[in-house]
């Protein structure tokens, strides 16, 4: 429901039906305008049997076959499988996402604040990211670093128009791109010493890195990570 108050707008709803509450354009009084930030949200939780009756509905949804053969042999599995490198997981398993919503396998909604630890900034199923993959992956599969193709040179472009870049590096990750990082260092302190006639062997290579950092898990990468417990078991590390 919603209802004013003295602080502007009331909200009341049952999760996880929030979308439902948002209006269409020209829906109202409120359509297309936020809440203010004085309003209050109130939050009511369905019963089991409410669960009970979203989990049936929910049977042909993406994921539901999951819930048969339960959490514990999913995870017997997945120990089975899997390396252990990343330790415990939080026990929930998610089948599928719309925007900022993640569900899990019993059809329960969850407010997604971690967005894949800071990289999915378009949210689950977005209509123009499917829509750009299912026609990316309708053309090209990958032809490696040895050919011109038009989608890359493209997207190097746009991303130096619209930042500080002059050139594009592209990596598969935030290690790789840490490593990417160091090699460029340690090439342009070499360059500099042989442009001012000095021996390149004896240039610069010290790194200087923050405590508590987190600069990923290769042996470039991990040489700057601050934290032990990812660096002891590997050590000696890189010089």
Not at 90 to 102: A, D, M, N, W, Y
Request: proline share 5%; glycine share 10%; hydrophobic share 35%.
């Amino acid at each position: 429901s919603c209802t004013q108050t003295p602080c502007g707008t009331e909200l009341s709803f049952e999760l996880p039906s929030l979308r439902e509450l948002m209006p269409a354009e020209g829906g109202g009084p409120h359509s297309g305008s936020p809440a203010k930030s004085c309003c209050r949200v109130e939050i009511s939780w369905p019963d089991d049997d409410a669960w009970h009756a979203r989990d049936a509905a929910l049977e042909k949804q993406p994921g539901g076959e999951l819930r048969e053969s339960g959490l514990e042999a999913l995870v017997e599995e997945e120990e089975k499988y899997l390396l252990q490198n990343y330790g415990a997981r939080i026990p929930l398993v998610f089948t599928h996402g719309e925007g900022s919503t993640l569900y899990d396998a019993n059809g329960r909604g969850y407010l997604d604040f971690a967005a894949g630890i800071a990289v999915n900034a378009l949210g689950h199923s977005d209509a123009a990211w499917v829509e750009a993959v299912v026609e990316a992956a309708g053309k090209l599969c990958h032809v490696s670093n040895l050919y011109h193709t038009v989608p890359h040179v493209g997207l190097a472009k746009r991303l130096v128009e619209h930042s500080f870049a002059q050139r594009v590096f592209f990596c598969n990750s935030g290690t790789e791109a840490n490593e990417g990082a160091i090699k460029f260092a340690r090439r342009h302190a070499r360059t500099k010493a042989e442009a001012a006639g000095q021996d390149p062997e004896n240039a610069a290579t010290e790194l200087v890195s923050f405590t508590r950092c987190f600069h990923g898990r290769s042996m470039g990468a991990l040489t700057l990570t601050a934290n032990s417990k990812y660096k002891d078991p590997f050590k000696p590390l890189l010089p």
